[in-house]
């Protein structure tokens, strides 16, 4: 079972999130960034879920340390906050998702989860769907008798999707993930992306990318 780390000041919020995710999960407490550093560095947490208004450490704090510190445990951040300065904030100092308040319990278990297995899924560095492997050490999809090899931002674009078949991703969110905040290119760039990897995925029969009409794209996983 895996154990959460929830870093809330509010004490209502706080034993509210530990009680809908320890349905399912080990579920530790901090009041604050400098409480759960403390917890962290004693080792066995899974995910952090964190407040990004609190005293002595703020989230924001917290998160920037954990990356320096090599952390790649999932981070989600929970906040008030609802601008776009606020969210490239967060996912620049390495947030893996971000939740305004109020939200639902059930949308957090959702994201958790999900989060969770994307996790797993970059520790193991492969994806296997049917006899298919995505690899994402060698940037290539291979079964018993194809090997295909992709440029990084194709493979890193195919993997995305595939780590949440159940998922559609807008252009915009795509682009976001793959190539940052900053980059200059536009949302053709991924219609063009997703044009190249369906070609060479043309013989792959058990997975493929569809067009969700007016919200973007998903991985369709093919059951036999």
């Known amino acids: ?27 530790i407490t901090a009041s604050d960034g400098v409480e759960a550093l403390d917890i962290l560095h004693k080792g066995g947490i899974d995910m952090i879920v964190a407040d990004i208004m609190m005293p002595r450490m703020d989230g924001y704090a917290l998160l920037k340390i954990v990356r320096e510190e090599s952390y790649t445990i999932p981070f989600l951040l929970l906040t008030a906050k609802e601008s776009m300065n606020d969210k490239q904030q967060g996912f620049y100092l390495g947030a893996d998702d971000y939740m305004t308040k109020p939200f639902s319990s059930d949308e957090l278990l959702w994201r958790v989860k999900a989060l969770l297995r994307r996790s797993n899924i970059a520790q193991s560095k492969k994806i296997e769907i049917g006899g298919v492997t995505i690899d994402s050490e060698k940037y290539a999809v291979y079964n018993t008798t194809q090997y295909i090899e992709f440029p990084k931002k194709e493979f890193d674009l195919l993997f995305k999707l595939l780590s949440y078949p159940d998922r559609i991703f807008s252009k915009e969110q795509l682009l976001d993930s793959i190539w940052g905040f900053n980059a200059e290119s536009g949302e053709e760039t991924i219609k063009t992306h997703i044009s190249r990897i369906r070609n060479r995925l043309k013989d792959i029969t058990e997975f493929g990318i569809i067009t969700i009409k007016g919200l973007g794209y998903k991985a369709d996983i093919r059951k036999e």
């Not at 870093?7 to 579920?27: C, F, H, K, Q, S």
Request: aromatic share 4%; hydrophobic share 50%.
């Open 1 to 27: 079972m895996a154990t959460i780390l929830v870093v809330e000041d509010d004490r209502n919020m706080r034993l509210l999130t530990a009680a809908r995710l320890g349905d399912l999960y080990t579920v």
